[in-house]
């Protein structure tokens, strides 16, 4: 489906989709650190920035790790992701209170990211389907930190060599319209 925006926007939002094809070659370290510089920008709840990311390289000691966090489906493509992260959240502030908007605060941080890595050309994919205490373990999430989700990194590749599922829906999806979600004046 080629993507159509109903009111005019920039282009960056419209081309920012998650293929799953890659190409199994590493992120540069420097590269991963851009997507990380743009996610630093986002905003949050009383500038608290809760994000954390833990990341490993592919062809790194860490990315075994990572990746057997990973649940089945999500583990036949990501093994040519140059990079898998985790992203969690600090559930409380500095001072000590908790932090009501600390995932909605790393979720402007993911988008932050995904749209740095999409401009760079790069696949860039969340991913809810791990199992949470492996990712924890796998990157030593410590106890006051929430996980959010994983995310793939990678550079893009042919997408005949996904399994057969997946090839099929390698293709950017459609959205409902805008009336399906925002009300003048209060919700229906
Ligand atoms: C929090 C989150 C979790 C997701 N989990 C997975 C996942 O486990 N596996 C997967 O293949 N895609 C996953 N996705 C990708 C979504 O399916 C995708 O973003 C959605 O279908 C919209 O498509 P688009 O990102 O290409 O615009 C996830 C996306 C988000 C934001």
Redesign the pocket.
Known sequence: MSRVAEHPIDPLFLH???P?AMSGAPVARDDLLRLLEAARWAPSSGNGQPWRFAYALAGGPDFPRFFEAL?E??RA?CARAGALLVLASRTVRAGGKPSPTHAFDAGAA?MSFALQGSLMGLVV??????DGERARAAASVPPELHV??MIAVGHPGPAEALPESLRAREA??GRDPVSAFAFEGGFP
């Open positions: 920012r989709w998650s799953r649940v489906g999500n493509w993911w994919h969340a991913m809810a389907g791990f959010n989700c950017p999806s």
